[in-house]
């Protein structure tokens, strides 16, 4: 195996000249932590971009293409060795997550495994968010933390192949065991950078000659980089604006047991600034126990379905089918939704680059969205109660999965095959509903979503545990080793509580003894798991033919 890449640097000023960028080429950084520290913008550039010397220079039109869209930053980093890093955060701590499973490098995806070796970064990023770390031992530890800084603070970030020219002729050298470490106390604290030290001894990942290097990290913070609040300028004016005016919107709003809900929300849609062209209710309530909708609907273009015996996946796919939008805007029954919501996801899905737009939820259950939940980003999950999808990424990623007809995950299972296709997702405040999370009804009819990590949190006794589909969504898309971590994760969740100190501690010693209960839990889900993906049936698709 060759050795790890050392070469310098290269520093680029960018600026748009019409159809083509302008380069500056500024000097070079060495290649390590504390070279890239002392990266520093010219200020009437637009971008900068790094470009590891000996690395072929894109063609001006490529990079003036990729600012002339609504990212932030574009880089090589699933080519050039930054897959799968770090450890501690992308398999111990952050596995779940829809960013921590890795696109084919050869596809433009989202992703904040950034690499020095080939970044093209727009100037206000660098310039809210700060850039990279001194730190960290590796120059791929301190591009990592910077990616994740970067994307968590609002960056639209994207792994793009045609910023390499060549495939570069060595590799990167991976980040230490304690560049991991210290990305997620910088995260997450010391609590659980000290459980990603212990896992990785347990597991057999964390190098001896790294231990005591590792326990620093883990508990000392360091000095961050400082950050200049969160969130960036809207994108450029070519991607403003709400669409080309030939949109034709679908509202698709699955329903059982929630008449009282979803009659309110008809009348919202009712009364939408940009109104829908089609609205498709799914009945799975008894014939017996039915209203007629049409009755509250006003002049909506309503067609409601009928489905029984009710399921979610089901009646989302039937609705998929019969609709005819080149966009679909999913909703749950027991939203409440203010007059602008369509014209906002119209908004978001204006620069074409962008293929889903996720929306503010704010519920009924666990309170207004947090803070990180106020500004745009990347989407990470797929919110079927409020969220607008191009009708190609239906044709490209194929329909619900029926294996959660009667389970959770449903949602996140499409989300991640649109995001393994590359598809641009971005989660805007702009489009918001309130959730009211009906005691009736929805998965609560199959007596799934009874428990939720903030209800069970709440309490001294309950346990929000993984279900069967939680272990198949994982298997499908994620690695064994960050399954199972999950579950070690999820069995450690159950000790903490909110509440008064007597509570939380109170919940502590009633959760150390239900631990062994917790854990056969998990190894009986663990198995169910996998019976569901050897059983998988074919994927639905839109035009009928699985």
Not at 44 to 67: D, I, Q, T
Not at 143 to 172: C, F, K, M, N, Y
Not at 378 to 383: L, S
Request: hydrophobic share 40%; aromatic share 4%; proline share 8%.
């Amino acid at each position: 195996m060759s050795a790890a890449s050392s070469a310098p640097i290269r520093v680029f000023g960018v600026r748009l000249d019409g159809e083509a960028a302008r380069l500056d080429e500024r000097g070079s950084l060495p290649a390590t932590a504390a070279g890239l520290a002392g990266l520093a913008l010219a200020p009437e550039s637009e971008a900068v971009l790094l470009l590891e010397e000996g690395l072929a220079v894109p063609a001006p039109e490529v990079l003036a293409k990729m600012l002339a869209g609504p990212c932030h930053g574009w880089h090589a980093g699933l080519l050039l060795g930054q897959a799968g890093h770090p450890y501690a955060w992308n398999t111990i701590c952050h596995g779940r997550s829809m960013l921590s499973c890795d696109v084919d490098p050869a596809v433009a995806s989202t992703s904040w495994k950034v690499s020095a070796r080939a970044l093209l970064l727009r100037a206000e990023v660098l310039d809210r968010f700060g850039g990279f770390d001194h730190s960290f031992d590796t120059m791929s530890g301190a591009a990592l933390d910077a990616g994740l800084r970067w994307i968590q603070h609002g960056a639209l970030l994207r792994h793009e192949p045609d910023l390499l020219v060549e495939p570069p002729t060595s590799p990167t050298e991976p980040p230490t065991a304690a560049d991991g470490i210290r990305i997620v106390r910088r995260r997450l604290g010391s609590r659980w950078a000290l459980w990603a030290v212990l896992r990785g001894i347990r597991g057999g990942t964390m190098p001896v000659r790294e231990l005591r290097a590792s326990m620093r990290a883990a508990t000392r913070a360091g000095a961050a980089v400082a950050t200049s609040g969160r969130g960036l300028p809207d994108p450029p004016a070519p991607a403003r604006g709400a669409g080309s005016g030939s949109e034709r919107v679908t509202v698709l709003v699955p329903t059982v047991g929630r008449y009282p809900f979803v009659e309110p929300l008809l009348r919202q849609l009712d009364q939408q600034t940009r109104r829908p062209d089609e609205v498709i209710v799914v009945d799975q309530n008894p014939e017996a126990a039915r209203h007629d909708l049409h009755e509250v609907a006003g002049d909506l273009p309503l067609r409601v379905l009928h489905l029984l015996p009710p399921g979610q996946c089901s009646a989302r796919n039937l609705g998929l089918r019969a609709s005819t939008g080149t966009h679909v805007l999913f909703l749950d029954d027991d939203d409440e939704i203010p007059a602008d919501l369509i014209e906002r996801h119209l908004e978001v899905l204006a620069a074409p680059e962008v293929a889903v737009s996720c929306g503010l939820v704010d519920d009924a259950e666990s309170g207004p969205a947090p803070a990180t939940l106020r500004f745009r980003q990347v989407g990470t999950t797929f919110p079927t109660n409020n969220a607008m999808i191009r009708r190609s990424v239906l044709e490209q990623a194929g329909l619900f999965d029926p294996t959660y007809d009667r389970g959770s995950r449903a949602d996140h299972d499409l989300g991640m095959r649109s995001y393994l296709a590359g598809n641009l997702h971005v989660y805007d405040p702009r489009p918001q509903v309130f959730h009211h999370h009906a005691p009736m009804g929805g998965l609560r009819t199959h007596g799934a979503r009874i428990r939720t990590r903030n209800n069970s949190r709440s309490t001294v006794v309950e346990r929000h545990l993984r279900t069967p589909t939680d272990i198949y969504l994982g298997l499908r898309y994620h690695t064994v080793a960050q399954v199972r971590e999950d579950l070690a994760l999820s069995a450690f969740a159950t000790l903490t509580g909110t509440g008064s100190p007597a509570a939380r501690a109170a919940r502590l010693v009633v959760q150390l003894v239900l631990l062994p209960s917790t854990l056969a839990h998990n190894r009986s889900v663990y198995r169910e798991g996998q019976a569901l993906l050897a059983e998988r049936p074919p994927l639905p698709t839109l035009d009928g033919s699985a």
